[in-house]
């Protein structure tokens, strides 16, 4: 299992959760560490054995996490790039599509072997806060600073669809099914019906959310100025469960790592990984939160301003994908 995390300054750190043999005991190996930025990193992403992050340098990097080396930069924005996500089928090991959202209010569209650029979207008349791409792989939603929310067509690489909110949104994501999306403005979590996008219900956490994470059996994950772990059952809009002063600072960045698909699954820890603007990383074992007050099954300090996370399970976790990127042509791509 890979963790990247990306920090304010410019730095990329990559580890590898391991289990010690006979042992429950997990550590977080350092792989690499490098300023790959010329300004703060502001968002990376990990999908098998390829991570990508994204900078106020205006440029995507790209790195092959087996040989731990950079790979290439991505060029095709005019401004810092705030959101990166991968799509991939469910049966590969490499991710078919990279997705990347900017301040200049673009999405690009990549080819993940090799690295080609498809297409430019433009999304929001000002900067994309986040993106998330439908399970399907035919969709993807953005939030912007313009206050509004964005539909793309993958399939023919174009906005299909743009309404204004009533607030500006920080953070979208789709849940495991693509039944859902959520989306969030400040201390609000609003869960929305994919279909039509209809409003089902607002959590409302005590401080501002700065971070989100979709997790099995209609759970999302969230962490900000309160430094806690927040898991939220969607289905009835109250938390489940919450991990209580999971760092000393704001929590800037979620993962759920699950080996749910295998079939040794009841064995594996569900885990939750969080970085902090205190430079701290912690894996949890969220099954402990039931029972009593969890501590960390492994934890490593950056000693840095942690800014995002991203990890992979050693299989990928994205659920019942199609090849809806692939489909857009090569009269589509932008020289």
């Known amino acids: 299992m890979s963790i990247v995390a990306g920090s304010y300054e410019k730095f990329i750190w990559g580890f590898k959760i391991k289990s010690l043999k006979k042992s429950e005991t997990l550590t977080l190996t350092p792989l690499f560490s490098y300023p790959s930025h010329l300004s703060p990193v502001k968002c990376v992403a990990v999908a098998g054995p ?6 106020a340098d205006d440029s995507v990097k790209v790195y092959d996490l087996s040989s731990c ?50 297409k430019t ?6 900067g994309v806060n986040d993106l998330s791409i439908h399970p399907s792989g035919k969709l993807a939603l953005t939030v912007g600073r313009d206050s509004c929310l964005a539909m793309l067509n993958l399939v023919r690489g174009r906005r299909s669809f743009y309404c204004r909110l009533g607030k500006e949104a920080s953070l979208v994501e789709f849940d495991l099914t693509g039944d859902k999306f959520f989306m969030v403005a400040e201390e609000k979590v609003g869960v929305h019906e994919a279909e039509d996008a209809k409003l089902v219900f607002e959590m409302e956490s005590s401080k501002r959310v700065l971070c989100a994470a979709p997790g099995s059996s209609g ?73 009593e007050k969890p501590n960390p099954l492994a934890e490593a300090n950056t000693k840095s301003r942690l800014t995002c996370l991203a990890g992979s399970s050693p299989k990928l976790s994205f659920q019942r994908g199609t090849q809806g990127l692939l489909a857009m042509s090569k009269k589509n791509k932008v020289q």
Not at 50 to 55: D, K
Not at 274 to 283: L, M, N, P, T, Y
Request: proline share 2%; with cysteine; net charge negative.
């Open 69 to 118: 080396s950079e790979i290439g930069s991505l060029t095709d924005h005019s401004g810092a790039i705030t959101s990166l996500s991968f799509f991939s089928h469910s049966s590969l090991s490499f991710p078919l599509n990279l997705l990347s959202a900017s301040d200049d209010g673009s999405v690009c569209i990549y080819d993940a072997d090799p690295f080609v650029h498809l």
């Open 219 to 291: 759970l999302l994950f969230t962490g900000g100025e309160d430094r806690n772990i927040t898991a939220w059952d969607t289905a009835s809009g109250k938390v489940a469960y919450c991990i209580e002063d999971a760092h000393s600072a704001r929590v800037k960045g979620i993962v759920v790592l699950s080996r749910n698909d295998s079939d040794t699954a009841e064995d594996d820890p569900y885990m939750v990984v969080s970085a902090s603007s205190d430079g701290v990383i912690r894996v949890w074992d969220i099954r402990m939160v039931i029972r």
């Open 50 to 55: 390829v991570a990508a992050s994204g900078g």
């Open 121 to 126: 979207i433009a999304a929001h008349k000002k």
